[in-house]
């Protein structure tokens, strides 16, 4: 990354920086430095320790603490499986089966190569398509193992054409 530290946070949400030791500031500047980065990575940790004086540590144990935050980056393919009362009774519990069968994936995990993250959500709010999954922002409904088989398989051949041309193939 070139520049300073302070270069590359540049694109995060000054705005947020006027609530500089107030109480309950913290949560809002984690939530602003995920919604740019995507993740809260060790050195925006870092840097909001810096810039507000709160100790890496402190902001370390919030990050971990609150569900809402990841200290990892997402796949290129989110999927999110609903679990609420529809696609649990269902068969959301075989659906999220299948994608770690499939993808050797387990729920708030990324894929090895990057390429896919697996999210237990609450409510997609399609009960009637229950059971739902999204990726990215495609939505699947009344999901079968065999109908999402088809449909991972087509994602990950998806991935590999992406791989290829990113190479240079």
């Not at 995060?12 to 995920?34: C, E, H, R, T």
Request: glycine letters at 8%; charged letters at 20%.
């Amino acid at each position: 990354m070139p520049g300073t530290v302070e270069d590359h946070f540049k694109t995060f949400n000054v705005d947020l920086w006027k609530y500089d030791g107030q109480a309950g500031a913290l949560i809002p500047l984690l939530q602003s430095a995920q919604d740019t980065y995507g993740y809260i990575s060790e050195k925006a940790i870092d840097y909001i320790s810096h810039v507000t004086g709160i100790p890496a540590a402190e902001i370390y144990g919030v990050v971990t603490f609150y569900a809402q935050f990841r200290t990892k980056p997402l796949g290129k393919y989110v999927i999110k499986v609903c679990n609420g009362t529809a696609c649990h009774v269902n068969g959301a519990k075989g659906i999220g089966d299948t994608i770690t069968d499939e993808l050797n994936l387990d729920y708030d995990e990324t894929s090895d190569d990057g390429n896919f993250s697996m999210l237990s959500v609450a409510c997609i709010g399609c009960c009637s398509l229950a059971p739902v999954i999204v990726i990215n922002d495609e939505t699947y409904g009344r999901l079968t193992p065999a109908k999402l088989r088809k449909i991972l398989r087509t994602y990950k051949h998806r991935a590999k054409q992406q791989a290829k041309a990113e190479a240079g193939d």
